[in-house]
């Protein structure tokens, strides 16, 4: 799963559209309750320039503050935030990626400068050092750490793309570089230390448990029987 950013720009855009056009129908409307004479119309062409000129500033930012938006609510209960260099990716090959993903994982391609505003003053303001150049960004969340990372590297060695490495992640707070990654990939599963945590909470029990079923026999065994004295020896005459 995952969304892009063009998708917010054009939703920001039209909703941008739509606050100004709503906005020139409610000053018409005072105008004209008030009786006073309307301004003689601009020029069409000074008018559709002013118009772009207004607006742009505001698609902007509201597409901007849009997209950050999108990328706090992502960071919301995240386990862990990866960056893929994605330079040369297809759309398909997104799509690819995103199907083998877990439903705890999603991969979004977004700017380098909304990721380092939308971390600003969180605990993920380690991602910055690798903010840089074209990433899609992995975020996890769920403490599933090696399987959310396995479909991409299937994905990499199938298309033999050994430059297209993640480029950093956070978890817990520490920076991975691409060289600790072996780290994460490795970690335990959670299946896998929950029966490590009970193979050590059952060994001491089991040792005092055969401990005991020894005691236990030693003391079901009769006792072995006692030595007959010997016969006395005959008194000499």
Not at 7 to 14: I, R, S, V
Not at 33 to 50: D, F, I, Y
Not at 61 to 78: G, P, S, T
Not at 212 to 223: F, G, V, Y
């Amino acid at each position: 799963m995952g969304w892009d950013i063009d998708e917010t720009a054009q939703w920001a855009d039209q909703s941008s559209s739509t606050l100004l056009l709503q906005g020139k129908a409610k000053k018409s409307s005072r105008i004209a309750a008030q009786g006073k004479p309307s301004p003689p119309p601009l020029p069409s062409e000074m008018t559709s320039v002013r118009a772009v000129g207004s607006t742009l500033p505001s698609i902007r930012a509201a597409a901007e503050l849009a997209r950050q938006e999108l990328l706090r609510r992502e960071l919301v209960e995240c386990q862990l935030v990866a960056g893929i260099w994605c330079h040369g990716f297809t759309v398909a090959q997104l799509r690819s990626i995103r199907a083998n993903l877990p439903a705890t994982a999603r991969l979004v391609v977004a700017k380098n400068s909304d990721v380092a505003a939308a971390v600003a003053g969180t605990r993920w303001e380690a991602v910055r050092p690798f903010a840089r150049g074209m990433n899609a960004w992995l975020f996890v969340r769920s403490d599933e750490i090696p399987p959310a990372l396995r479909p991409y590297r299937d994905f990499q060695k199938e298309w033999k793309l050994q430059l297209n490495d993640f480029t950093g992640a956070v978890f817990e707070g520490r920076l991975y570089s691409p060289d600790d990654f072996s780290q994460l990939e490795s970690m335990p599963t959670r299946v896998q230390s929950y029966q490590y945590l009970l193979g050590c909470i059952q060994m001491p029990a089991v040792s005092v448990l055969a401990a005991l079923r020894a005691r236990q026999e030693a003391m079901a065994q009769p006792p072995p029987p006692a030595d007959e004295p010997a016969p006395a020896a005959p008194a000499d005459k």
